[in-house]
Every structure is written in C-alpha cells, then in structure tokens.
C-alpha cells in the first residue's frame, strides 16, 4: 500500500456522505477541487469579529472583547509609540498635534458629529495614555492574554476615511483650555487607576449603573468634582479601553508603590475582583465571628481551614476566581460550594446574633451566598438564631469555655 493510503482517511475524506471522494482511483492522491471565489457581497459582510469574536460566552464571562470604532486608537507612521508597557514616549509638538487631530476626527467620524469639545479631551486622554506607555500599536495580543490591540496603525485610504476635512479639528482645540488640559493631565494617574479599579470589582469598564460609583470613588480621591470634566462612560471606552487590562493593573500597581495616586486608590488596590466578592465576604466575616465567638471554629474546623485555603490562594494569585481571569492568564478557584454556603449562612446569622454592629451584614455578596446554603447549614443558623437569646445554650452549642 502506498504511503499516501496509510494516513488518517477522515484526512483525506470526513466520513461524510455528502462530501464527494475527490480522489484518484489509480494512484490514491488526494486531488484538490477548484478554489470558489465567494460573491463580493458575502466577502464584505464577513467582519474581524467574525473571524476573532469570542465564543462560547458563560453567564460569568466578564468583560467580552469586541472591536469598536469609538474605542480604536488611531497612529500613522511618524508618530512614536512605546514597545514595552510603562515606558515613557517622547512626542514632539508636531506629532502631539498630528495624534490630536486625527483621533478627534476618528471620535467625531464614529458618532457622525461635528467635531467637538468632548472629542478633543478624550483625544488628550489618548495622547497621555500613548506618552505614559499603556496604548501602544506594538503590543502583541498573545503577551497580553487578549483577542484585540485596540491600538491601530491606519495606512492609505484609512486615513483619508479616518480624517476627513481635518480643518475643523481646530475648533474643538480652541474650546479645550490650556487650565482644562492641566488638570486632565496632573489627575491622569488617578483617571487611570480608578478605571483599573472599576474594572477589577465590577468586571467592566463600564455600565449604566457604574456612573455613580465611579462619581463617589473620585469624591473619595479628595476631588471638588464628581468627574474631570468628561463624563466616566467617555473617559472608561472612548479614551482608555485601549489600555490593555493586565498593563491596566501594572500601572495601578506601579502608582501605588509610588505613592502616585490618592489613598482611596491605594488602600483598594487588594480589594476582591468581581467573581470572589463572596469569598471574601465570608471570609471576613468568618473573622468577625471567630472574634465574637471563639468556639465556633472547633464546630466547622474543616469549613474554616477550606475557606483559609482559598484565601491564601487569592493571595498569591491576584486575579485568581475573578470573571476577567483569562485576561492574566489567572486560575479558577475551586471549592465545595455545599461547605462554603454552610458556612456563610452560619457566618450571617451568627453576625447577626452576636455581632449586630457588623458592616459585613450590609453585604449583599455575604447575604446571596447564605441564602443557598445547603440544609446542614441552614438548620445550624436557625439553632444560632434561636440560641441567641440564651447565653447557657449558647455556651453550650459552641464550646464556649470561660464566664
């Protein structure tokens, strides 16, 4: 036999009745069928999300990736850009103008508007973010645990498409003042980190529902205002969705080491990314409990020390648990939900009883997990409940030695 009719034949012809045996009856060399060329009309309908989309989207995917218009960066040759995250970039006058005009053209041309105010501090926010290292056409998607670089050469037509009459750029320039450009600037790392830190507790950039936190979360930041002076939905996509998550979480980092950014965004840098809010929930109010009632780890011991494993793993592993885990290549974090919703209804009801004043028990991540606790748990919390009111019985039930 010939080397050829050796190999795999699902190879060479998927068992398929409906696909035709292009093979050569003499010698068995696969004959190749003529190349159709698609209609034109299927060929420009086919689009990059097509090609590179997500799929296979679970309820708690997080952030999905997609390409879009308002949130592309624009550079042409000339202009520079950094080839490793975080380094500083140099720009000259004439290429900070060129960057400006053409990313507010490619804003406006998105939203079919005029040219605006609006369009040139989101444009600034982009040039700040280029000179800072964080957008840059040079990062490979694959080093960075993404599908897309937001980031993007244009060339040729493009940039005719992109730019337009670029005469009327100047008006939105002229609108922007040199005072309104100092303060964008001189609170760009706190711009960046409170996006970093949306993005890490809530799993997106941003929604509808977000726009209140971010305006309490820059109050916090000791700020007279409740934005910079753009609103957070341009400032979260239209400017910064560039900046890839995991170089997004190495300028937190390296601003809090640095003590570059207000102490509301340095004490949240370990707050619990969306996906193990819960966990740590419980966990914290595991600690309560032990505090209030010491006994109550001998009645759970195995509960508390599978709880205290999974915490020294979120301690190592930064992202691990979270809904954005694939974008730093983070673990998932595995554990018997049956004893963990014991102990969080046990955690809840016992805060409760002994700890009123506890603020764990305004946590909603806290109440939904003690809500689906399986019925050992439940019936333990009950007891606790009902114990409260007896300190005899409530010495008893939890080992309590001591008066």
């Not at 939105?172 to 005072?179: D, L, M, N």
Request: glycine content about 8%; some cysteine; charged content about 20%.
């Amino acid at each position: 036999m010939s080397q050829s009719s050796q190999q795999n034949p699902e190879e060479i012809n998927p068992q398929n009745p409906d696909v035709e045996d292009f093979q050569d009856a003499d010698n068995e060399i696969p004959v190749v069928p003529p190349v159709v060329p698609p209609p034109a009309t299927v060929l420009a309908w086919i689009d990059n999300e097509d090609l590179n989309g997500e799929c296979f989207i679970s309820g708690e995917v997080g952030e999905v990736e997609s390409m879009q218009g308002n949130r592309t960066v624009g550079f042409v040759e000339g202009l520079p850009y950094a080839t490793t995250p975080g380094t500083m970039v140099a720009y000259t006058a004439q290429q900070t103008a060129t960057f400006l005009v053409l990313n507010v053209k490619m804003i406006a041309h998105h939203y079919r508007e005029v040219p605006s105010v609006r369009h040139m501090q989101t444009a600034y926010l982009r040039f700040l973010g280029v000179r800072a290292g964080l957008i840059s056409p040079s990062f490979a998607t694959a080093d960075h645990h993404v599908r897309y670089n937001e980031a993007v050469m244009l060339r040729g037509a493009n940039i005719g498409r992109a730019t337009g009459n670029i005469g009327d750029a100047a008006v939105a320039a002229i609108g922007f003042t040199r005072q309104a450009r100092t303060v964008f600037r001189e609170n760009f790392a706190n711009i960046v980190c409170c996006v970093a830190y949306m993005f890490r507790v809530r799993g997106h950039h941003f929604l509808p529902e977000m726009d209140g936190k971010y305006k309490a979360l820059w109050k916090k930041c000791l700020k007279e205002n409740d934005t910079v002076g753009l609103d957070w939905n341009y400032v979260a996509h239209d400017a910064l969705h560039a900046i890839m998550p995991d170089v997004l979480d190495g300028f937190w980092e390296d601003c809090k080491n640095t003590g570059r950014i207000a102490g509301a965004l340095i004490k949240r840098f370990d707050s619990a990314p969306a996906g193990v809010a819960a966990v740590r929930a419980v966990y914290a109010g595991a600690q309560d409990l032990q505090m209030a009632v010491p006994g109550i780890r001998d009645r759970f011991k195995q509960h508390f020390d599978d709880l205290d494993a999974l915490i020294e793993k979120m301690r190592i592993e930064r992202w691990a648990g979270s809904i954005n885990r694939r974008y730093y290549a983070a673990g998932a974090i595995d554990f018997d939900e049956q004893k963990f919703g014991a102990i969080a209804s046990v955690v809840y009801h016992a805060l409760n009883a002994f700890a009123s004043n506890s603020m764990l028990l305004k946590s909603n991540a806290l109440i939904r997990v003690a809500n689906n606790a399986p019925i050992t748990g439940g019936i333990v919390s009950r007891s606790i409940a009902t114990a409260a009111a007896d300190p005899a019985l409530v010495k008893t039930m939890l080992n309590i030695t001591g008066q």
